[in-house]
């Protein structure tokens, strides 16, 4: 691995159904980021991880949960998947948080759709 | 809501052109970035700023800040068919999350 992955790279979804997307990076980088891009919004924060151990609440974190129990992984959960969930989920590592100086590395993304 | 907010939304120019794309936001910032995302693929960092620089620079690309005016540009030089992607600003507040604009799409046109 080099860098940071997802996985799956694509998904189709029932709705109601229980999703996990997979991140992980191998960087030892202690800040993680899931963000969701749809047209015409940009990107936008759902959760986030400064530290192994602990995750906050992004901008959109409704319906969404996180876990980062080490520091290379931090999986994203869809409970009971929802139409308006279908974006292109991406997942980013930074080497820390402090005053966000730090370069944010992405992921190639994963497309969920949910029908 | 959107921190940073990109001008033009799209923007298509010969190769060779210089392009500008614009970035303005609305409470003070530690810091800019700018982040590049071709098409499919995750973003790419580019350059970062920080609130009391003016002007860097970065082989092709200038990035200027007034944080009087709130808005920050930045200037792609001799533009490439490799430069067709969208760019992204992103800002920094005190909390330190990043918040990032809904991108200006650039296409150079051969």
């Known amino acids: 691995i080099a860098g940071i992955t997802q996985a799956p790279t694509s998904q189709i979804l029932a709705a109601g159904r229980r999703m996990t997307l997979r991140c992980t990076q191998d960087m030892r980088h202690n800040a993680m980021y899931w963000y969701r891009q749809d047209l015409g919004l940009g990107l936008r924060l759902i959760h986030y991880s400064n530290t192994a151990g602990t995750t906050g609440k992004g901008e959109v974190p409704d319906g969404y949960s996180v876990s980062r129990a080490n520091t290379d992984d931090f999986p994203l959960t869809l409970a009971s998947a929802v139409p308006s969930q279908t974006s292109v989920y991406f997942c980013?590592?930074?080497?820390?948080?402090?005053?966000?100086?730090?370069?944010?590395?992405f992921g190639p993304g994963t497309r969920l759709t949910v029908l | 809501s959107q921190q940073g907010e990109e001008d033009p939304q799209a923007l298509s120019i010969q190769e060779g052109e210089n392009a500008t794309m614009n970035c303005s936001y609305k409470?003070?910032?530690?810091?800019l970035q700018w982040y590049r995302q071709n098409s499919g693929r995750g973003l790419v960092h580019l350059i970062l700023i920080r609130s009391n620089e003016r002007e860097k620079h970065s082989g092709r690309l200038r990035v200027t800040l007034d944080t009087s005016k709130k808005s920050s540009s930045l200037l792609i030089t001799a533009s490439r068919a490799a430069d067709t992607a969208s760019y992204f600003c992103a800002t920094t507040k005190g909390d330190d999350k990043i918040i990032f604009g809904k991108g200006t799409r650039l296409h150079i046109l051969p």
């Open positions: 409470t003070s910032i530690n810091n």
């Open positions: 980013a590592s930074s080497r820390t948080v402090a005053g966000g100086e730090d370069t944010q590395y």
